[in-house]
């Protein structure tokens, strides 16, 4: 089955850099849509980033200047680099996948696949 693994979160002063990590196995289809979302103490999910197999991405227009999607399909694991974090920026970072033709123009919240989550926290 589809699994999404989650890593590289932690604690970080304001002003750092962390990159996630989320590995993919159970599908082979090049047919994907994946993203990172995150979801802060009290608030609801939101979608920062989102990438498909064909390589187009798209940021979330508030973190763009600072916030890198990326995939290796070799190492079926997709990246989210991000820099100059602000305390704002705290949240459990979710890793998401979708493999139906239309799932570019889905919403994200109707994903099909989800990893556990990797917290991160950013300090002032």
């Known amino acids: 089955q589809v699994q999404l693994v989650e890593s590289g979160g932690g604690s970080v002063q304001s002003g750092g850099s962390l990159r996630l990590s989320c590995v993919t196995s159970?599908?082979?289809?090049?047919?994907?849509?994946m993203a990172w979302v995150r979801q802060a103490p009290g608030k609801e999910r939101d979608g920062v980033a989102w990438i498909n197999g064909a390589g187009r991405t798209t940021v979330e227009r508030a973190v763009q200047d600072r916030f890198i999607i990326s995939q290796d399909l070799t190492k079926r694991t997709m990246y989210l680099q991000m820099n100059s974090l602000k305390p704002d920026d705290t949240a459990t970072y979710y890793c998401?996948?979708?493999?139906?033709?239309?799932?570019?123009?889905?919403?994200?919240?109707?994903?099909?696949?989800w990893g556990q989550g990797t917290q991160v926290t950013v300090s002032s």
């Open positions: 159970g599908f082979t289809s090049t047919s994907y849509c």
């Open positions: 998401a996948a979708d493999l139906t033709t239309s799932c570019w123009y889905k919403a994200t919240d109707s994903y099909e696949y």
